[in-house]
């Protein structure tokens, strides 16, 4: 059981590039979230998903978009990627019956 | 919206006993859950309180007052390996969807 898998687990990017951020997860849940996480700012949420074809935004969603298309899949792309958004990623699927939450082991992305 | 304070550090020795506090403001109030998060790892689930009391898990244990708006996590016969960061978390919403975190807690448990 693989759990959350996030791919890639580094990338370095040019102001003005974009990408997406891979994350899939094989628990069958339905909710799952991506988050930045900053020194001394924690967790914060960029989207959200409730399922297949339903998306919402978080605290954070500037710049990033997503799409949900299947259970399993939940990328996150950066449209024209800037230094701001140079960060550690987390993608996180949740078990609503635990009430526990799932994390990736995260991409570290730079932004020059 | 919500909002969430916690202390930024915590240090105690080992065999000690720690507690770290949260408060939170929020729109409707669904749980409060607590991670850890030890240097470049993923955070992972330490407890959730959806009532009022004490959850007890191990040397762990989690508590909320939903009156106060407030809660803690204890760590008991604190070890080395508890050094890490903690962080307290509500819903986003009635439904789940998504948790928002606090800032964290770094615990740094010297010998």
């Known amino acids: 059981n693989a759990g959350v898998t996030q791919t890639p687990k580094f990338q370095v990017l040019k102001t003005g590039q974009s990408m997406t951020l891979q994350c899939a997860q094989d628990m069958n849940h339905e909710y799952m979230s991506w988050y930045r996480q900053d020194p001394g700012m924690g967790l914060r949420l960029i989207h959200y998903?409730?399922?297949?074809?339903?998306?919402d935004q978080g605290e954070v969603p500037n710049g990033y978009n997503v799409s949900r298309s299947t259970t399993e899949d939940f990328p996150l792309r950066l449209l024209s990627a800037a230094p701001s958004q140079t960060s550690v990623y987390f993608c996180?699927?949740?078990?609503?019956?635990?009430?526990?939450?799932?994390f990736g082991a995260g991409t570290r992305l730079s932004v020059l | 919206g919500q909002s969430l304070e916690q202390p930024s550090e915590v240090t105690a020795v080992e065999g000690a006993i720690v507690q770290i506090n949260c408060t939170y403001q929020t729109s409707g109030f669904y749980g409060l859950s607590w991670y850890q998060q030890h240097d470049g790892g993923a955070p992972t689930f330490l407890s959730y309180n959806g009532l009022d009391g004490l959850e007890e898990t191990g040397r762990f244990s989690s508590f909320l007052s939903r009156s106060d708006s407030y809660g803690y996590l204890l760590l008991q016969e604190l070890q080395m390996k508890d050094s890490a960061s903690y962080f307290c978390?509500?819903?986003?919403?009635?439904?789940?969807?998504?948790?928002?975190f606090g800032k964290g807690t770094t615990l740094s448990v010297s010998s």
């Open positions: 978390a509500v819903r986003a919403n009635q439904a789940g969807t998504a948790l928002i």
């Open positions: 998903s409730v399922g297949a074809g339903i998306t």
């Open positions: 996180a699927s949740r078990d609503t019956a635990k009430n526990i939450q799932y």
